[in-house]
Structure formats: structure tokens, C-alpha cells
């Protein structure tokens, strides 16, 4: 792979906390994502499923994950199934893991081919009674492709009815929230490497650019550092384009006078980073473009300091609205009167800041966990509040990776400019 290596030590620790939340006589068994096609014999880069490589640190396809803690046989407790290379294998796409290589790599001992795992299967399923499964449970998940996962499961279900399925996501779901310190190195590696890529734009956008060659050089920087690439789709959104929340066609030309919302992130082991600035394409922002970059400036610091153990993202988001509606009224945007007198269940602010303050990050972008839990150490939440105003073809938004911990919060992107000075300082080299 390309990122350097990780210690066995976090998903031997990983599969640890796992099974400690598994009843008596139960079976799990995760599935490699499939390798996606495109047209004709084409492909789309592979990407591990997240729930997999939590449990194993395994980044290959046609992978198989089981874990049977009350196995009898003490080698059927953990098992993983791999590809094993061919001749044909070698030649067309290279070595796959060997048996010991994977040992390594994620501390389970009894590896596999993947073409023994049907002869496995049954014993397995005889000594379980319940059996869990991964599914893609992710509240904004809109899944209309059948999965491997999923097709496994009616396979499955077709052929042991009479069992108990149960949901891995409810359990991994509880796991992946908190990160641990392995984990946060690794995110933070993903931070250094947008820090990189941002400082680098700095002294590349101007007038009469691209926003497709900003993307590039996000990608050099990207690729150069380790990364596979963005952990989602750039947006790169100059003047009214910065009013479209999730913009991604990154084809405009950038205009002198306007403001460019950077929205992006880099991957690092599968780990995502998620960043948020906007910048002056002529290097200086104008009064009421700065007034608006003030502001938004304002509620991102308001709500970091909010985004500690204890609280919860209900309490957190109506607080960061009502900031949010202050700064709204300066800017003439809104009246007291009118937010004084607003219906509470469609507040006012929403015209102009209409997407949520926080969200969790991790392996997934928009990673998962139980939305309403209450904030504990170990969570990554991003911090992004916005205002959109079509009428002034200007939108600003700010976002930064805040870690919660004992004490507080730590911020995984403090090294990113951020003030408004700062960028115009960096804009004038």
C-alpha cells in the first residue's frame, strides 16, 4: 500500500473490544467490498469496506473476516480468508498477501485461502446460535447497489433459517466512534496532508484559473504525500457556485473579485480528513466579503469550544443556530424582530446556514455512530459552519476536525491558516 505501515497492536485491540460485545455462541463474518465495474471490462479503484478493515487492516479484495469466539477448535476463533496468487494472478495484477505476510499485518494466526471457506462454513454455523452480520445502516446512506455483503447475507439466510441474525453495525457502529490513538496518528496524517495541499493553493489560485487545476494540484499534493487521493469529491466552488452544498463539477473559471469555497480532504489508510477554508481569488477580500468571512469565523470558534465530553449534538446545534442567528442580524441578513417572532421548528438562520454544524469523521467522510450519543474522548467531529447568499454570489463556509478528549477538545487542523489575515498574508508571497 501506499501509506506507510500500521501496527497489528489496533486491530488485534480492535477485534478485542468486538468480541467483548458478542453473546455467548455467536458467529460473525465480514465481506470484502466488491471490485466495482464501470463499463465494458473497466473498474473503479477498489476500496475496502470500513467494518473489514477496522477488524483486520486488511486493503484487499476478495477478503473474508470471521470471528467465532466460542469455537471449539481454537483455530476457527478468528479466521481470515484471502485471495491466494496465481500464476495468471501474478502476471495481470501483481502479488496478493501471503499467509504470513497477513499474520503480520493484522495479528489473526489462522489464515486462509478463500476457496476453503464453503468447506468451513457449515462447522462454523453448527456451533453458533446467532449470527451477525455487517450492513450498511448509515442514517444518509441511499444504497441501491446489492453489495457482497448483502448478497451474502440472503445466501446465507436462504440456507440456515433457522438461526438468529443479528446487526454487526449496531455494535461497530458503537466501536467506531471512539478512535483511538493509532487512529488519530492516522488522521492526523490525513490533516497534514490537506495542510499540505492547502498552503499549496495559496500561491496557485489568481484570476482566469480553472477550479479543474485547483483540483489538480490538490491531487499532486494528495498522491505525492502517501494519500490515494481525496476521502470524497473536491468541491472547488468560485463565486455563486459556492451557494450549491455539495458542488463538485469544479469547471468554472475563477473571477476576479470572487470568493472560492474549498471543501476537501485527503485519505490516508482508508482514514478521511475534511476541510472547509474560502479565499479571495484577487488575494484580498473585499469589506462586506470579510464582514461575512468574520462571522462565519465567529460561530466556527463559538461552536469548537462547544464540542466537549459531555454535551450532545442536539443541545450543541441549537446553540450554534442561535449564535449563528446574532451574526445573521449584524449582517443585515435578518431582523430581530423576525427571529424574535420566528416559528422555532423553521428558525430564520436556515436561509442562510442550512446544513448541520457537526458531524462524526473517520474512516467514512460522514462516519458512522449513533447520532444522538453523548459527546465522550476519543470523538472526531468536524466543525463547519457557512453562509450561503445567492442574492451576492457569495458563499463562506469554515471547517475544521475537532478531537474531543478528556480536558477538551484538540484541534487536528490547528496548523491550517484560518484567519483571514493570515490568508491574505499567504496570498500576497
Known amino acids: 500500500m501506499r501509506y506507510g505501515p500500521i501496527s497489528p497492536d489496533l486491530f488485534v485491540e ?31 479503484p477498489f476500496r475496502q469496506n470500513n467494518d473489514l478493515f477496522y477488524l483486520s487492516g486488511v486493503d484487499q479484495e476478495d477478503s473474508i473476516l470471521v470471528i467465532c469466539p466460542d ?5 476457527h476463533r478468528e479466521i481470515l480468508f484471502l485471495k491466494e496468487t496465481s500464476p495468471e494472478i501474478l502476471i495481470w495484477e501483481g502479488y496478493k498477501l501471503t499467509k504470513e505476510q497477513a499474520r503480520e499485518q493484522t495479528g489473526v494466526r489462522t489464515i486462509m485461502w478463500l476457496d476453503s471457506f464453503e468447506a468451513v462454513l457449515p462447522a462454523l454455523m453448527n ?11 448509515h442514517i444518509r446512506a441511499v444504497v441501491e447497489v446489492e453489495t457482497r455483503n448483502a448478497r451474502f447475507i440472503k445466501r446465507l439466510q436462504a440456507a440456515y433459517p433457522l438461526h438468529q441474525y443479528r446487526r454487526a453495525a449496531r455494535l461497530l457502529d458503537q466501536l467506531r466512534a471512539i478512535k483511538s490513538p493509532e ?8 490533516a497534514d496532508l490537506t495542510e499540505a495541499a492547502f498552503r499549496r493553493l495559496l500561491s496557485f489560485v489568481k484570476p482566469g484559473v480553472m477550479e479543474y487545476e485547483v483540483e489538480a494540484e490538490i491531487f499532486h499534493e494528495f498522491l505525492r504525500g502517501g494519500s490515494r487521493g ?25 473571477q476576479a473579485g470572487d470568493v ?4 476537501f480532504g485527503a485519505e490516508y489508510a482508508n482514514y478521511a480528513a475534511d476541510m472547509s477554508r474560502s479565499i479571495p481569488i484577487s488575494g484580498t477580500f473585499s ?20 464540542l466537549v465530553a459531555g454535551g ?21 441578513l435578518l431582523n430581530a424582530s423576525d427571529v424574535k417572532n420566528q416559528d422555532p421548528a423553521a428558525p430564520l438562520y436556515k436561509q442562510y446556514f442550512m446544513h448541520g454544524t457537526s458531524h462524526y469523521l473517520g474512516l467514512d467522510v460522514h462516519d458512522v455512530g449513533h447520532k444522538y450519543r453523548t459527546f465522550e474522548p476519543g470523538m472526531v467531529y468536524t466543525c463547519e459552519p457557512g453562509i450561503y447568499i445567492p442574492a451576492e454570489g457569495l458563499g463562506i463556509r469554515l471547517e475544521n476536525d475537532i478531537l474531543i478528549t478528556k480536558t477538551g477538545n484538540d484541534d487536528l487542523m490547528k496548523n491550517i491558516p484560518l484567519e483571514a489575515d493570515d490568508i491574505e498574508r499567504l496570498m500576497r508571497r
Not at 469455537?71 to 483455530?75: I, V, Y
Open 260 to 263: 472560492m469555497l474549498l471543501d
Open 183 to 190: 487512529e488519530i496518528r492516522l488522521m492526523q496524517k490525513a
Open 14 to 44: 480492535n477485534r478485542r473490544r468486538f468480541r467483548e460485545l458478542l453473546p455467548p455462541n455467536s458467529l460473525a463474518i465480514f465481506q470484502a467490498n466488491d471490485i466495482m465495474p464501470t463499463n465494458a471490462d473497466g473498474t473503479m
Open 71 to 75: 469455537a471449539t477448535l481454537p483455530q
Open 127 to 137: 456451533e453458533a446460535d446467532q449470527v451477525y452480520l455487517p450492513s450498511n445502516e
Open 287 to 306: 469589506k462586506r466579503q470579510r464582514a461575512v468571512y468574520d462571522a462565519v469565523l465567529h460561530v466556527m470558534k463559538f461552536a469548537t469550544a462547544r
Open 230 to 254: 481525496p476521502a470524497y469529491g473536491s468541491i472547488i466552488a468560485s463565486g455563486p457556485s459556492a451557494c450549491i452544498l455539495h458542488y463538485v463539477s469544479n469547471d468554472r473559471e475563477c
Open 312 to 332: 450532545n449534538i442536539e443541545e450543541y446545534h441549537a446553540a450554534v443556530g442561535a449564535e449563528m442567528e446574532q451574526q445573521l442580524i449584524k449582517l443585515d
